[in-house]
């Protein structure tokens, strides 16, 4: 797949080197020289395990509890863990400082009883330091995303920026989830192109649902009625959570408004077919029979898309039968159903370009 997430100061720097390149007649020798940096990265667990340590020294624990944390966080791991595991050490690790923090970590190591979730509003007082509040927003939103929480995922880490958490990709892989869900697909592209930034670095299951993201709304456009129905799934997700309050409401008005719109559109659209018709025909009257282009498009099912060519670089779509039935697995468990149909979908499809036609 490739990299689209270069910033603004980037695309400059390239433009500048390209004209400088092009004008000296160097740019064939010289263009493997320029590089693409990624505007965020992981920090590594000794990193990370300095700013615990150094969060740990002023917390002004017991003596019990600071050594259990200290436990946590040895100078060498005994397994090499990924940015997720770190994030979780850091978690157990906050949970030890207080009790409203052990109390929100108990809370992401159970199942969602819903309808009200908890809204930890400790995490922005001041004298809470931004290493655990940053972290523990990204924790809860994570537990939070699992259970299809969007609007309280964003609440959490709408805001967040990957240098201010442990675990970067995370971060930017729930917000182009909950981006994706509540159907805000421009700002759903601008995480997911960030995320794929360093895309080689990602968990599989983080790249392939990035892709199916991508796949996903490819072909979106607004106001159209793939839009339309999206929102709709979207409204039918909210009252199944038992969210009935002013926002929905508002996102109700928006589709009302959005079909009145569509209908008064295309009503107009016959009219000027007919009329065109008739001044073709000298006046004559002719049956009134809409055209075929004044129909209303067939309505597709919730975040389903007309399929686009994205290529198989990546090569997940080849995955041996036995990998992707544990790609399936992990998907099933950690994200909303909705992924695991786009996946299913997405092997049907290949499957069946992949059959070759019966000889007659």
């Known amino acids: 797949m490739p990299r689209h997430g270069w910033s603004m100061r980037s695309c400059l720097a390239v433009a500048l080197a390209i004209g400088a ?18 505007s965020w990265e992981a920090p590594s667990y000794q990193v990370v395990r300095e700013q615990m ?15 259990s944390v200290r436990k946590l966080w040895p100078a060498q791991p005994t397994e090499t863990l990924d940015a997720s595991q770190v994030l979780d050490l850091a978690a157990a690790s906050f949970a030890a400082s207080s009790a409203d923090a052990a109390e929100l970590v108990a809370v992401c190591n159970n199942a969602y009883e819903g309808p009200a979730v908890a809204d930890p509003e400790w995490l922005a007082d001041a004298d809470v330091p931004p290493l655990v509040q940053r972290n523990l927003r990204l924790y809860y939103a994570r537990w939070l995303a699992q259970y299809g929480l969007y609007d309280e995922v964003l609440h959490q880490i709408g805001d967040l920026r990957p240098a201010e958490v442990i675990d970067p990709a995370s971060l930017l892989f729930y917000q182009m989830v909950a981006y994706h869900q509540l159907v805000r697909p421009d700002d759903a592209r601008s995480a997911m192109v960030q995320l794929m930034e360093r895309d080689d670095a990602l968990p599989r299951r983080f790249q392939q649902v990035a892709q199916l993201v991508e796949r996903d709304l490819s072909g979106l456009e607004d106001e159209s009625l793939d839009h339309i129905a999206r929102r709709m799934h979207d409204i039918r997700r909210r009252l199944a959570y038992g969210r009935a309050g002013t926002q929905v409401q508002e996102i109700e008005q928006g589709v009302l408004d959005s079909l009145d719109k569509k209908i008064k559109d295309l009503e107009d659209q016959q009219q000027q077919q007919q009329a065109a018709a008739s001044a073709g025909s000298g006046g004559a009257q002719q049956p009134s029979q809409g055209m075929q282009d004044s129909k209303i498009a067939e309505l597709k099912a919730p975040m389903q898309v007309d399929r686009r060519d994205i290529g198989n670089k990546s090569g ?44 007659n």
């Open 316 to 359: 997940w779509g080849d995955l041996p039968p036995k990998e992707r039935e544990q790609a399936l697995q992990q998907i099933g468990r950690e994200f909303p159903a909705h992924y695991r149909e786009l996946v299913e979908q997405y092997f049907r499809e290949l499957a069946n370009e992949q059959t070759p036609p019966k000889e």
């Open 53 to 67: 340590l150094s969060w740990l020294a002023g917390a002004n624990l017991k003596n019990s509890a600071e050594a």
């Open 21 to 38: 390149l092009s004008a000296s007649g160097s740019w064939p020798a010289a263009r493997a020289e320029i590089a693409f940096e990624a």
